[in-house]
């Protein structure tokens, strides 16, 4: 595939090179000069009440609490680049008629509207320069409402967007949807729900809302979610269930993203760096974990935020007899020098491979999950090497870090058999 | 007696013979407002455009009164649901739906009295029903039980409460007591005490599912003036060690102080932060104990230069800083810096950098650093076209892991996204690469991924605006190389939406959905995935006021292998009915 990845880079460079074309190839137009544009006026600050709405496109809704005194008071500014603003008006019915609005020399200027349940308001904005050139009027061109629902309606729509963003697999309009001020680390969400799209596919999640709690100008939503997702890369479908919450914050144009609960509903790959605080009620349920190269499992939440620690790597593969497998290149092979252990069929498995320094049998544990730690030091043959579907084994790998594996089925004499395994990669022997 | 809104709304929607009524406000105030057009009334310009300060005193719970409520009254809101599943096919067990029909109810009171002029009583419950285990663990259960009075002054609340007095000391929804006393409009002192448990039925030891009972008392007090705010926070909280819900876990008993500033300069620079100290002893289920010192601290910064926005974070969070009711990254230190500059009317450009790593205190055998610089453009407007929108961004992701097991991860991430608008149809084109490389002990050691994605949005307002169609087509192309075989994993997928809104509160929509996914890794499948559904949301007037949701849809599951194909077949009906009284 390197020859594809060649690919994919040539895209890419050619992308960047189209861009280039593009801009020198325009390069003489009006638009290609830097904060000069021509001499249309501009508005470059506008506030309903406390909410920022130069930027808003389609609608802006107000719930009962945003109003101020039962009114909007619009405040904002026209700049213009040659000559100065000569007359500012809006319109609250789609420009249909215009109220002049005075504006003070720095273009600044206020007006208020005392707006009506449910009516909708189509507010525009322009501004007239002294040299005849008038702003463009459906740049601030949206439908404004005021809406019974309270805030606790505002919020939980602004969850039920989050979640069909994220279904959608819009990490662009997700991220438009987070808070400035995102307790967890904003930047690393970016990532996370890059590596979520890339490895989750169909992803399905239900929320059942079992409570809301509100302080200052946040919501908290706690919530049970089923959720369902298909791995990019096995083409399984896993599912989990479990109880969490999110936190949003009124900010802008609408509730944002302000805090996540571990287990996570979004950025599922970086528990560590997003969610602030484990849902007491999750600890020990099994949920959904991606690793970092785009395996994803089911494991118990622990009591920190990260599910698993970050230095195991999960997974799991088949052997067929007279095959083992290298942890550390992480591929089937036939060699046992370069494996750490091998199947044999017939009940057996081979213990000499080149790449164990020592092994034993966990004697009285069938899940992956019931260890916490195996012993530091191990022997170098083990005890008992037959194959049992749901026995636990322990290696001590050349390198000084550890593995344990699980037979989770297969024809023990014949084969395939399928091995799950985690692998600490920090050089500790703990696996909690 | 004096009509609450809402009720007035509702007989005046009744009289009116059904949901195409005009809204009861409307109607009511339409004598005593101007018309719409001279509903602006122009203002002095203002100086600046700092938010003013909100005249209103510091917020408490989710509960505001204000001096046109009723002295009594009574809200009785009833939230049904209905649903019924068909799965087939022989892989139908993958299915995320619960096969057969179930129901769910929630019924809401909210009782509010007046006590004389200044006190002001609330009383609200939820009791929910559902035969479902995967809408509750509990047939029966009640979700809200609270009790709130206050007046200007005095804020108390008994029984669900959400607790909250700053990021790292506690901010959790406990079941127990919370009393906030307001000193002037910016001062309050608040006391917070109860337990954490989610649900009711915790507190009654009816369900399975519950977690060791952590209780928590909390103090705050605050002080705020024009410019700035500061918080002093103490939070004692403690897990019952004998608790028979305890299994395998650890438990832990804390004081943690924590101290809480804000200050906002003439210049519109904000700076805020926190600190935090820790003293937590933890106790292992095989009852070894462990005392554990930690601590936290934040750093805020957001602030305007002429054309220059900067904002900018700092975290040190100690690995032994354990907070029981509060929220932190632990074993953390962060430092973020983003600045954005308006180079014009039309373009902008922004550069960020994060950095953070972990191992603090040299507790692990491996340190992980994290290193993320960002640079972007955008424009809007562009070749004189108002909604023309480009932006464009490199961000550059290194995760280094250090000794024994040294492995480094180097994700680069080129994005191009560039939308316009043509009369009433906005379209968006995006496309995201991703260039992976690493060295580790992985068999390969670069894979590259891409992602391209059109959407095509629209609104048209038909018969003279009594109807507005909204359809919404997405198309999606996506190739990943997987990071262990180095094989291709294509996907396709497309999604139309239509929705269409009416005067009446009605609106009617379609969803379809297609994705396919092409698998070329060892041992994977292909998969196909179908889904259609069509819905309907209503307000009837027979509902008075009440609204009504109902969906139908299909989903089709189908894999290489044969054997693990399914269908789902489903019907959801969601009503919501108000009884309101007043007097």
Redesign the interface.
Known sequence: MATHAHFNRSLVALLLGLACMLFSQFAAAQWWRFGADAGEPVFTDLLFNQVNALRVERSLQFSPGDLDGGKVIVRGRAEVAQGAIGRVEASLDDGLSWVEVPFSDRGMFAFEFAPQFEQPYRFKLRALSTTGQASNDSEHAFEFRLVRDDSRALAEAAFEQLLERYMARDRAGFMAMVSRDFIGNETALDSALSNDFRFFDAIRIRPTIQRMAAADDRWTIYFLFNRQVRSVRTGQLLQDQANTSVTLVREGDGYKLHELAAPLIFGVSDPGNLASFVTDESIGTDVLVLDRDGNVVTQPQGQATEGTPSNVRTGSFALNPGFGYSFLSRQVLAHMSTTAFAFDGSDSLSNFGGETEGGQTLSGVTSLDAVTSVPADMPEWWGDTTAVIGRVYALKLVDGTYVIFRIAGGSLSTGPITIEYRHQLNGTPNFR | MKLRP?TFAVLLAALSGGAGAQ?A??AA?AET?PP??G?????????T?S?PV?PKGP????F?FTTEETESSLEVTLRSMFESHHISGPGRA?S?LEPGRHW?HDLELNARHSLGDNWTTEFNA?LRYTDSR????QTKSL??LQLVASDQVNHLTLG???A?LS?YSL???IKGIGYQRNIGEASYVRFVAGA?D??WNHLLNQVE????D?HVTGLRAQTAGDNYRIGINLVSAWDRDNDPAR?T??TYRQILPAFDWEYRADSGLRLSGEHAQAKTRRQTAAGVRENLSGSAHRL?M?GTLGKLRL?GRAERVSPDFY?MG?????D?L?T?VRGDY??????SVYG?Y?W?R?NLDGQ???T?R?S?P?VGVNAR????R??LTFA?SL?Q?RVD?GA??R?E?V?E?????LADRFDQVSVRG??????NTRKD???RQ??????Y?LVIDS?HLIAGGRYDLRPYL?L?H????????????R?D?A?FDLRLLTQGHLSYGLNLEH?S?E?R?P?????R?RRYALNLDSQPALLRGGTLRAEIGHAE?R??DAAKNYRERYVRVLTDIPFNFGN
């Open positions: 809402r809204p406000e409307t105030t407002v719409r057009t509903l602006i009334v122009p203002l002095t310009p203002p100086d455009l938010a909100a917020a408490f719970g989710e505001s993958a995320i769910l939820i995967r809408h509750d663990p979700q809200r669900d409460y959400y909250t990021q901010n959790r929804a954490f989610a649900r599912d519950e977690p060791i952590r299994t876990e650890d805020n957001d904002r907070t509060g929220g932190a990254a632990l953390r962060r973020y308006r180079l014009g009317t039309v373009w960020a994060d953070f972990n692990l055998a491996a992980t994290t993320i960002e407007g562009l070749f004189d108002r909604s464009t961000r992701r892991t024994p097991q492995r991860q994700s991430r080129l994005y191009v996204s995006e496309v995201e690469a991703l260039l002990t992985s068999p670069s894979n590259d991924d891409l992602l994605r609104r997405s999606e996506q190739e990943v190389e997987d990071p262990g075989s180095g094989r291709m994993v996907t997928g999604r994705r996914t698998n890794v041992g994977a499948e292909d998969t995935l599951y894999f290489g």
